[in-house]
C-alpha cells in the first residue's frame, strides 16, 4: 500500500459518519491522484481552474472535481461542463456567471456560499448581513441553473483551538438556521469547514465536508 493510500486509510478512520473527505490535489502530479484513486478517493479539490481542467481531462470520469480556491468570473466557463461543486462562492456577480454558463451547458452546478469568519482580511467571504440579503432573495427565480447547497468557511489561521471552535459554531448556527427554511433556491446539506490542521474540530462543530492536502499527499 502506498503512503498516500495508508493517509486515506488513516484518515477515513477518523473521519465522523456522514462527513465527506476532498483530497486537496492542488499542484500535486497525476501519479498523486491515480495513487489516491486507487485507494478509493473520488473527491479531489483544486485552486486553480486551468490546473483542475487538466486532470479532468486526463483522469477517470468518475470523479468529483471540488473547485476551492477564489474562483474569477472570466474562468468560470472553463470547468463549467464538469465541477462537481463550487466552494467560494463569494459575490452575486460570481453566482450570476455560475449560472450563465451551467445555463450554456445544460447544467445546474451545485454551489456554496463562502462566509467570511477569520480573523484575518486575507479571507475571502460573505459577512453574515450580505449572507443573510442573498439567501432571502429570489434566487431560484434569478440564477435557474445554480443549486446553493450550503456554506464554506474558513477559520484564523491561529493555534488557538477556542478561537477556531467558535467561528466554526458560529458558521454552523448560520448554516442551521438557513437549512431549515427550505426555500426552492437551495437545499443546504453541505458544510464545508475544517482542513488538514483543524478538521477534528470543525467536525466536531458540524461540518459535513473536509478538505484534507498535506496530511494525505505530504508537503508540497
Known amino acids: 500500500m502506498s503512503q498516500i493510500a495508508q493517509q486515506i486509510a488513516q484518515i477515513t478512520t477518523e473521519l465522523l459518519p456522514n462527513v465527506t473527505l476532498v483530497a486537496v490535489s492542488k499542484t500535486q502530479p497525476?501519479?498523486?491522484?491515480?495513487?489516491?484513486?486507487q485507494a478509493g478517493q473520488r473527491h479531489f479539490g483544486e485552486n486553480k481552474v486551468q490546473e483542475m481542467t487538466a486532470k479532468w481531462e486526463q483522469l477517470p470520469k468518475d470523479i468529483h472535481w471540488h473547485m476551492i480556491g477564489h474562483l474569477q468570473r472570466n474562468k468560470v466557463k472553463y470547468m463549467a461542463p464538469y465541477v462537481a461543486l463550487v466552494h467560494g462562492v463569494d459575490s452575486l456577480a460570481l453566482l450570476a456567471e455560475i449560472d450563465r454558463q451551467a445555463q450554456k451547458c445544460g447544467r445546474i452546478i451545485p454551489c456554496l456560499l463562502q462566509?467570511?469568519?477569520?480573523?484575518?482580511e486575507t479571507k475571502f467571504g460573505?459577512?453574515?448581513v450580505e449572507l443573510i440579503a442573498v439567501l432571502t432573495s429570489e434566487l431560484a427565480t434569478q440564477f435557474p441553473n445554480i443549486r446553493i447547497k450550503g456554506l464554506m468557511g474558513?477559520?484564523?489561521n491561529t493555534d488557538d483551538q477556542a478561537q477556531i471552535r467558535k467561528e466554526f459554531a458560529g458558521l454552523k448556527q448560520l448554516f442551521d438556521h438557513f437549512a431549515h427554511m427550505?426555500?426552492?433556491?437551495?437545499d443546504m446539506t453541505i458544510l464545508s469547514m475544517g482542513m488538514s490542521g483543524d478538521f477534528h474540530i470543525a467536525m466536531e462543530e458540524g461540518s459535513t465536508l473536509i478538505r484534507v492536502g498535506s496530511r494525505i499527499f505530504g508537503g508540497r
Open 182 to 186: 427550505n426555500p426552492t433556491a437551495f
Open 126 to 128: 460573505f459577512d453574515q
Open 154 to 156: 474558513m477559520a484564523s
Open 30 to 37: 497525476l501519479a498523486a491522484l491515480e495513487s489516491a484513486y
Open 115 to 120: 462566509v467570511f469568519i477569520a480573523q484575518e
